[in-house]
């Protein structure tokens, strides 16, 4: 996973280092905070999607706001519109991680926007990622 890792930030380093905008410190900080995020993003959606399943719901409540926690650091990695982007994902992210799988939640859905918006700015700054489907429960 190391070798895919470095090989993602190379090519995401490549992209950007054709431009004249940014310097290449800001293209590798960048790079490593949207493949950091793709990351965290991920694993937190596989621990939304597979519920409590054999735990209580407390137990799984408390491994979602562990896992959520992670994006907080990820700002501080990176600079201009990816580090804006995650700025605002994670200022919208609710205290409470059982709000993001509630029907309709709104919470949920500013995750997914939020998260939207990260992948292209990410994007705009050379690094390309794709995030798995956030599982968003809504009323008949």
Known sequence: MTAAF??????????C????SGSSDDSSENATACTDF???YDQFTALVKAGPADTDVQTWTDAKTAEMQ???????????DVESSLSTLIGALPADSLELT?????????????S??????????????????FPLVKFN
Do not use: H, R
């Not at 280092?17 to 004249?20: A, F, I, L, R, V």
């Not at 705009?124 to 990622?129: H, K, P, R, Y």
């Open 70 to 80: 992670k994006f907080q650091p990820l700002a501080d990695t990176a600079t201009g």
């Open 102 to 114: 509630e029907p309709d939640s709104s919470s949920g859905q500013a995750l997914v926007d939020n």
């Open 6 to 15: 470095a090989l993602t930030a190379l090519v995401g380093l490549s992209a």
């Open 38 to 40: 793709e990351t965290t």
């Open 116 to 133: 939207t918006a990260v992948v292209d700015a990410c994007s705009a700054a050379g690094t390309a990622i794709t995030l798995d489907e």
């Open 17 to 20: 280092s054709s431009g004249d």
